[in-house]
């Protein structure tokens, strides 16, 4: 008791010494001429390094109490204490490198053009940067090749907590347009007046007095959208976790028993029939609000032949069904669906080819390559297996959230979209249950349909459903670049050569590290399946930005002068 009692007093005592230090660094301003009261919390609050010495703290408190025999501090008191305890202790933390901050730029020169200070790098830009390098280096390890599906995992969760972060500061800390947000403030709010809160933007009263009105008519869905938008990286985190529970990949972990093996036990044939029945039919609604009419029909009529075709092969029960049919191939059914499969992208196709001969309306365009775009996800519908169908349906949620919350509100460029897109389809590789290893290879899909082995089509089927996760991203950025041409001219070639460059670099890297690492213990069982994997994943990337490069008017426009 005396000894808790002393450990006590002096997290205390630490605790008072850290306010004293905040109350001495601000000393100097609170004497100044010009001296506010002002305590500098909310902006660290909404930090990135507050969130990150939070989770320090936590990951050294649960390492050092199961590492060692005698339980630390935040062992005696309640979970809910401990965690306000080191909140505290993170914001006082960063309040004082916020202040310290704040004493070393009052004390630089005002620089003479504001606009230089906007070409600083965001958290993003370094995420970026960092998660590329910190995966390209991983590869000369081969328990980072093993497990490369933890890598994807942390850098897609990291950069929706930065994400999150970059959300908070936008709808919360920008109140006035400084030089580095101001552009982006202006394009967000200018349809219902906020721009008029800037200092340097002046209104009218006859425009102001619209200007309410419309700001009152538009405040309930402007304010539902933004905590909507706020709520979107956590809706996303939660979607990754049910991810990663549905399918265990690489070595270590890959015996544990996951959802997707419960779900494909005969005695759970009804909750998986249940689960691809909902999952097709978010599929069509995630999917059709951008198709035509005719484009509709056959996506819903091609979905219903997708459970067909698994009722028919036994995977799946129709509600009507109680006694074992009979089991099919289910050739009938999947050609059914190959059919529609055709005429969705024959007519994503006849846009496509509208838009670059006959008419240059972008609108043509956009459709044409959603609908391409509609196909390719009818097909991986066909090919993935039923307890599969969510990974499907989480793909299409997320693009459909980033988009509408994330992307187009805080303006990123055609680099960080690229980037993005990327890296979360490289997640979705793994996420499908795929590894680094050949064995997890889905050869089954390469015989939907077929009644014997035909090389062409069962290798085309084979590499589309291992790489669809990979595949069906880069052609949302395609659908999304096209449609940001209005704002950014090049922003499909941008994309393009950023997405070359993404596949390029640790693809080049790591031919050399099997080079070096040749004579290596590990250089067929773990080095070799990889280098096939890059080796494939690298001609898919050449269809793309092929496909990219047809679909980039500013080139097309080039190629014709």
Same mark, same amino acid.
């Given at each position: ?6 450990? +006590? ?35 660290? !609050? ?71 200070? @906007? ?15 910190? *995966? ?16 994807? #995992?942390?850098?897609? &969760? ?37 721009? @008029? ?7 009218? /009263?006859?425009? &102001? ?37 549905? &399918? ?74 109680? /006694? ?5 191939? =289910? ?6 669906? #190959? ?6 992208? $024959? ?27 509609? =196909? ?35 303006? $990123? ?7 993005? *897109?990327?890296?979360? =389809? ?40 291992? #790489? ?16 940001? !041409?209005?704002?950014? %001219? ?5 994309? +393009? ?6 596949? %390029? ?14 004579? *290596?213990? $590990?250089?067929?069982?773990?080095? %070799? ?5 890059? =080796?494939? *994943? ?15 008017? &500013? ?7």
């Amino acid at each position: 008791m005396g000894s808790s009692l002393a450990d +006590c007093c002096k997290r205390i005592h630490l605790h008072m010494k850290k306010v004293l230090l905040l109350l001495l660094l601000s000393l100097p301003k609170a004497l100044s001429s010009q001296a506010e009261f002002e305590v500098s919390l909310s902006p660290p !609050v909404f930090s990135l390094l507050f969130y990150l010495m939070c989770l320090m703290l936590c990951a050294v408190h649960v390492i050092v109490c199961t590492s060692a025999e005698s339980l630390c501090y935040f062992c005696s008191m309640s979970w809910l204490t401990a965690v306000g305890v080191m909140m505290l202790i993170s914001a006082l933390m960063c309040s004082i490198l916020s202040a310290i901050a704040k004493i070393f730029e009052n004390s630089r020169p005002p620089l003479k053009n504001p606009v230089v200070s @906007s070409s600083s790098w965001s958290e993003v830009d370094v995420l970026i940067l960092a998660g590329t390098i910190g *995966h390209v280096l991983s590869l000369g390890a081969s328990s980072f090749i093993e497990e490369e599906h933890q890598t994807w #995992y942390f850098l897609i &969760n990291t950069l929706c907590l930065v994400l999150c972060q970059e959300l908070c500061r936008n709808n919360f800390l920008l109140k006035e347009c400084d030089p580095q947000h101001s552009t982006t403030v202006k394009q967000n709010f200018d349809t219902i007046g906020k721009a @008029s809160e800037c200092k340097n933007i002046d209104i009218p /009263a006859a425009c &102001n007095s619209k200007l309410g009105q419309a700001t009152s008519s538009t405040e309930f869905i402007k304010g539902s959208d933004k905590w909507m938008s706020l709520a979107s990286p956590w809706i996303i985190l939660i979607c990754c976790r049910l991810l990663r529970s549905l &399918n265990q990949t690489g070595v270590q972990w890959a015996h544990r028993p996951d959802f997707g093996h419960w779900l494909t036990s005969s005695e759970h044939k009804s909750e998986l029939s249940f689960l691809a029945a909902v999952s097709l039919l978010m599929i069509f609604f995630l999917v059709q609000r951008r198709c035509s009419l005719v484009s509709k029909i056959a996506m819903a009529l091609g979905l219903l032949g997708v459970y067909s075709y698994r009722a028919a092969i036994g995977n799946v029960i129709f509600p009507w069904q109680h /006694a074992s049919k009979d089991i099919s191939k =289910g050739i009938t059914e999947a050609r059914f669906v #190959y059919v529609f499969v055709l005429g969705i992208v $024959f007519t994503g196709t006849k846009d496509l080819l509208k838009s670059q001969v006959i008419s240059a309306d972008s609108s043509v365009k956009s459709t044409g390559l959603w609908e391409v775009y509609s =196909g390719l996800v009818l097909l991986a519908a066909l090919l993935f297996r039923p307890h599969n169908l969510p990974v499907l349906v989480f793909c299409l949620l997320i693009q459909t959230m980033m988009t509408k919350y994330i992307w187009r509100p805080l303006k $990123f460029d055609a680099a960080q979209i690229t980037i993005m *897109h990327y890296w979360f =389809g490289q997640a979705f590789f793994y996420f499908q249950g795929n590894s680094n290893g050949i064995a997890t290879v889905d050869v089954s899909a390469g015989f939907v349909g077929l009644e014997s082995y035909v090389e062409i089509p069962a290798i085309f089927l084979t590499v589309f459903a291992t #790489y669809a996760g990979p595949l069906l991203w880069a052609i949302h950025l395609l659908c999304y670049l096209s449609s940001e !041409v209005s704002r950014n %001219s090049a922003a499909v070639g941008h994309g +393009c050569f950023c997405y070359a460059l993404m596949r %390029s670099i640790p693809v080049a890297i790591y031919i050399v590290l099997v080079t070096g690492l040749r004579y *290596h213990l $590990f250089i067929w069982s773990v080095f %070799s399946p990889k280098l096939l994997y890059e =080796g494939v *994943h690298v001609f898919i990337t050449a269809a793309i930005c092929l496909f990219f490069t047809a679909m980039d008017q &500013n080139h097309s426009h080039k190629v014709q002068d």
